[in-house]
């Protein structure tokens, strides 16, 4: 694992670095797609806004998900409130919170949120490929005990390389709806929620293989119940004939 780059004297947080490289690529690609419909165009300004918005408003919530899930990571050093480990925020917390403050936002400028979340689908896409790439830099969100060739040395133990697992899943997902994004109609939601279906698809098998993860009922995890529910969601909001491909 590879959390520190040390230049000179000074120490740069990889993870937050891989983070914020992940939120400049994918801003760009959300600008360049808005900039390629026709319907409703969304203002660049507007665009920033609502990201840099939902961004502080989901980073805010993921951590205060943790603290609650977690508080014993606080008490003994209360600035780990502050670290920007990646490890310590709570992801579907954080998701929540970014889609009530790109709601609000959205409300308040008139704009359409189905619009609104196609937009935002490559900036999601690459956050997504870009969280899994700092996990795998800080260690964290480790894979369960393995005897297969390709496992990695963590914690005394050769694992599951989950975070190598989590990232070409993403990866190739962001590739897919990129290279077919010509195929969706901006505005219908259909991008998003395509998105989210692959993601939560993804989730579920992949999650089997982590060591890390709350459980309940004699051990079905948290995160693979949530997955089911918004892969249920996803698809039966998408449930709609095919849509035209004109835009």
Same mark, same amino acid.
């Given at each position: ?8 004297? =000074? ?10 490289a992940g939120l400049w690529v994918?801003?760009?690609? *959300? ?10 165009? =969304? ?12 961004? &502080?408003?989901?980073? !805010?919530?993921? #951590? ?16 780990? &409130?502050?670290?920007?480990? /990646?490890?310590?925020?709570d992801p579907w917390m954080g ?10 936002? +959205? ?15 490559? &900036? ?5 490929? +870009?969280?899994? !790439? *700092?996990?795998?830099?800080?260690? @964290?969100? @480790? ?8 496992? =990695? ?7 599951? /390389?989950?975070?190598? @697992?989590?990232? !070409? ?7 897919? !709806?990129?290279?077919? #994004? ?19 698809? *993804?989730? =579920? ?11 309940? &009922? ?25 849509? *035209?491909?004109?835009?």
């Open positions: 694992m590879f959390p520190v780059l040390q230049i000179g004297s =000074i120490a740069i947080q990889v993870p937050g670095l891989v983070l914020l994918g801003l760009s690609l *959300s600008e360049r797609l808005a900039a390629e419909t026709k319907r409703q165009p =969304i203002a660049p300004s507007d665009l920033s806004n609502l990201v840099l918005l939902s961004l &502080l408003v989901g980073v !805010l919530g993921a #951590r205060f998900g943790y603290v609650l899930r977690f508080p014993s990571a606080f008490e003994l050093n209360p600035w780990n &409130l502050l670290s920007l480990n /990646p490890g310590l925020l998701v929540t919170a970014a889609a009530i403050a790109a709601t609000v936002f +959205s409300q308040r400028k008139g704009l359409a949120l189905t619009l609104v979340l196609d937009i935002l689908t490559p &900036l999601l896409a690459v956050i997504s490929v +870009s969280w899994f !790439l *700092s996990l795998l830099a800080s260690g @964290y969100g @480790y894979g369960l005990p393995t005897e297969l060739p390709w496992a =990695i040395d963590l914690f005394g133990a050769a694992r599951h /390389p989950t975070q190598i @697992y989590d990232t !070409l899943a993403a990866g190739l997902i962001l590739a897919i !709806l990129w290279w077919q #994004r010509g195929s969706f109609t901006l505005g219908k939601g259909r991008l998003f929620f395509t998105f989210l279906a692959l993601t939560s698809a *993804s989730r =579920i098998f992949l999650e089997a293989f982590h060591a890390t993860g709350p459980s309940v &009922l004699e051990g079905w995890r948290v995160n693979q119940i949530l997955a089911w529910l918004v892969l249920a969601l996803s698809l039966w909001t998408l449930r709609n004939p095919k849509e *035209s491909k004109s835009r």
